[in-house]
């Protein structure tokens, strides 16, 4: 697969070809606070290390102190004029980069070298079943037009990211994990 980093501008701010969202929380009521385990789970030092620093067992309680998620960019060239929900416009022949998301169908994104926000629900692929959108998975529009305004090269129809949480147990140990799916609470709405 392409990295995104290979093709994306030198200004667009990288670490290693990944974009980096610190004290993200990466969908819509996610929030951080006490969480409880539903598996097993190993803590490592620091974000994507192979150290351990502890371990979380399932039933165990722990708070949610913050997280960083890594996004590699997905390039989007703009096929049509288009303004979003937020008032946004973006312009044909314009390429930006959908960066971490944000919820609500809400992304971060590079464009004319700063990070904006950008309504970007109509990219994602809607599940016929749940009729949820699956983020990681973008459509891309090739007949241009007001409903059809971006163009996501093949390449980067699945978007590369990590989610790393920073927990601290009852004993004060702290560490991180990739894993946060192990864990309920996450969810304000629910």
């Known amino acids: ?78 096929i049509h004029d288009h303004s979003d929900s937020n008032g946004g416009r973006l312009r044909q022949g314009e390429r930006f980069y959908l960066l971490d998301y944000l919820g609500e169908g809400i992304h971060h ?25 699956d983020v990681s998975r973008f459509e891309s529009c090739d007949a241009p037009s007001v409903a059809c305004w971006w163009r996501i090269a093949p390449d980067f129809r699945h978007q590369r990211t990590e989610w790393w949480v920073k927990l601290r147990t009852d004993d004060g140990t702290e560490g991180w994990t990739d894993q946060p799916e192990h864990f309920v609470g996450k969810d304000a709405c629910g």
């Open 1 to 78: 697969m392409s990295t995104a980093g290979a093709d994306a501008p030198a200004e667009l701010p990288l670490e290693d070809g990944w974009y980096v969202a610190r004290n993200a929380c990466p969908f819509e009521c996610c929030t951080y606070r006490t969480w409880r385990a539903v598996h097993d789970t190993r803590l490592y030092t620091t974000q994507r290390s192979a150290e351990p620093a502890g371990r979380v067992t399932a039933g165990q309680r722990v708070v949610a102190v913050t997280g960083v998620v890594y996004a590699q960019p997905v390039p989007v060239d703009v």
């Open 109 to 133: 994104i590079w464009l004319n070298g700063e990070v904006r926000d950008l309504d970007a629900l109509g990219l994602y692929r809607i599940d016929p079943e749940t009729q949820l959108s």
